[in-house]
């Protein structure tokens, strides 16, 4: 009999189930308040690119660390003893980075920059809040960059507001990508959401074109893939933080172009675990059984440090039935916070007394109740690591992105990792850098990045990539193919229940869930080179 097994692996916060009491949230169902299709994008009109005036973010969430460091807005830094610090560095030298190249910069201007990207079968297509640019697997560019708004270009209500995401749905071979709009600024309602779904596997090509109306301001959203619907969670705003968002859209029928593609919406009213960030999850790879709910996760930041799962069920049936509930908590280990913006956004802690550490986790639930199945947090040396991006490829790598710096260095962005047979707790592979820094900007002391991205590569499922935007520089693109020791390059039936794996990184890239195969190393490599990896699948013959 087949079994399951759930990985959830992020980079937030650790755990011990417990389900709390809830009352139950009634669904709302709606439609877009207009759709298209859009001619294709490489035809259509070049808009010029222009400066942003993001100031209009200061006013809506408040940064808690000002640009002069003075009356910085931290909580307490007493220091917490870790019993999962990892203070040396891995020394598996098992990968190799395949692609490393530069994208646009921070044309728009906006501070933080909420750096996206995702890459598909033959595109990479890159965000960076206003503004996108598509590029081969190469690294070069084909199209843009352009302003968002350009792919909704002729609609109404279409403002180019930035909070950009950007995902490939590789079973579909498409790609979604998103923006909210604020025509009558950042107070005044209505305020949309605008969506587009491509027509084919080319993002220069036409888009499915919906606008999504809301009462609040929907800041921060933010997606994910799943079967039965295209996901998304938001910080909603009016005249401060009211609650959060939580909406799924009929994935069938936008991959259909249906001018009717429903929404189903709960609204989280603030409750006592203070302000979070709802984060659902993403699917690479072969998709969890229909039904299967997606997973809404956050931070508590009140009273005890622990995590919040919710569990959507879209029922497009009958709407009225769907469900947001079944909320289970997850006590963390204890960690020193570095400050609200820190913790909120990635979960960075201090590593030791002043230097900033990335905390991680990988959660299983084999049927009954989440569980954590290892924790650590990096920091090996006198530099802080910070803004974290983590993501599990098939074979049960993970691979763990991150900005670092310290009085000696300037911001740079460098990578390790573990396989899935290394000892637990530790990253196990040698630290490799990216790109090193060249410069320290004043005002890059207000955030690093609001959000980084580390995706895997669709057809090849072992490959992932990191998405930042470097101080001084462009932003930076690179594909990582790590490559274990031993021969197994042959995929094998599941074993345990049919399996997800979910991965979380930062605000950005979340839950993903993909095929979880065992090594077989009684079998010939299928892959020309490969003979000295020890893989749970195979590479693309």
Not at 250 to 271: E, H, Q, T, V
Not at 278 to 290: H, I, K, V, W
Not at 306 to 313: N, P
Not at 369 to 381: F, L, M, R, V
Request: charged share 15%.
């Amino acid at each position: 009999m087949k079994h399951t097994i759930y990985t959830l692996i992020i980079l937030l916060f650790t755990i011990l189930t417990a389900t709390a009491q809830e009352t139950r949230l009634i669904p709302k169902v709606d439609h877009a308040v207009y759709f298209d299709i859009s001619p294709p994008l490489r035809d259509m009109l070049k808009e010029a690119m222009a400066q942003s005036d993001g100031s209009w973010k200061d006013k809506v969430v408040d940064n808690f660390v000002f640009i002069d460091g003075v009356n910085d807005k931290r909580s307490s830094r007493n220091f917490v003893a870790d019993p999962g610090l990892q203070n040396s560095f891995g020394n598996l030298q098992s990968d190799t980075t395949i692609q490393n190249f530069e994208g646009m910069g921070n044309l728009s201007g906006y501070v933080p920059p909420d750096t996206h990207g995702d890459v598909g079968f033959n595109h990479y297509f890159q965000v960076i809040n206003c503004s996108y640019a598509v590029y081969n697997k190469s690294g070069a560019k084909i199209f843009g960059p352009a302003p968002n708004s350009s792919v909704w270009s002729g609609m109404p209500n279409n403002s180019n507001d930035g909070d950009a995401i950007v995902l490939f749905d590789e079973l579909a071979n498409r790609w979604i990508f998103s923006q909210f709009s604020l025509p009558n600024g950042s107070s005044t309602a209505p305020f949309y959401q605008m969506i587009a779904v491509s027509q084919t596997p080319d993002p220069t090509g036409s888009w499915y074109r919906w606008t999504y109306e809301f009462s609040s301001m929907p800041d921060y959203p933010k997606f994910g893939i799943w079967p039965d619907a295209y996901y998304m969670s938001t910080n909603n705003f009016a005249g401060g933080w009211v609650g959060n968002g939580a909406y799924s859209y009929d994935r069938a029928a936008m991959l259909a172009g249906s001018p009717d593609a429903r929404r189903i919406s709960f609204n989280l009213s603030p409750g006592s675990d203070g302000f979070i960030s709802l984060l659902p999850s993403d699917c690479d790879g072969a998709f969890p059984a229909l039904g299967t709910p997606d997973y809404f996760i956050y931070i508590a930041t009140n009273g005890t440090q622990r995590l919040g799962i919710y569990e959507f069920h879209s029922d497009w049936g009958t709407p009225a039935n769907s469900t947001f509930g079944n909320l289970a908590y997850l006590n963390v280990n204890p960690y020193g916070p570095l400050g609200w913006g820190d913790k909120m956004l990635n979960h960075s802690v201090d590593g030791t007394s002043s230097i900033a550490g990335i905390r991680s986790y990988e959660l299983r639930n084999t049927g009954t109740a989440w569980s954590i199945y290892q924790q650590s947090t990096y920091s090996p040396d006198s530099h802080s690591r910070w803004m974290g991006s983590i993501a599990q490829d098939t074979a049960g790598t993970i691979s763990l992105g991150y900005s670092v710096s310290s009085a000696s260095i300037y911001p740079g962005i460098r990578y390790t990792g573990r396989l899935k047979t290394d000892p637990l707790n530790q990253m196990t592979m040698a630290e490799k850098t990216i790109m090193n820094g060249g410069g320290s900007p004043l005002i890059h002391r207000i955030r690093q990045l609001s959000g980084t991205q580390r995706s895997i590569m669709p057809q090849h499922p072992q490959a992932h990539g990191k998405h930042e935007l470097h101080p001084l520089h462009s932003a930076m693109y690179s594909l990582r193919l790590p490559q274990p020791p031993l021969c197994g390059c042959v995929q094998q039936a599941p074993t345990l229940h049919s399996s997800m794996l979910m991965a979380m990184a930062g605000p950005e890239h979340i839950p993903i869930p993909g095929p979880q195969f065992l090594p077989d190393s009684t079998q010939p490599c299928k892959v020309p080179g490969c003979c000295h990896l020890k893989r749970r699948n195979t590479f693309p013959p």
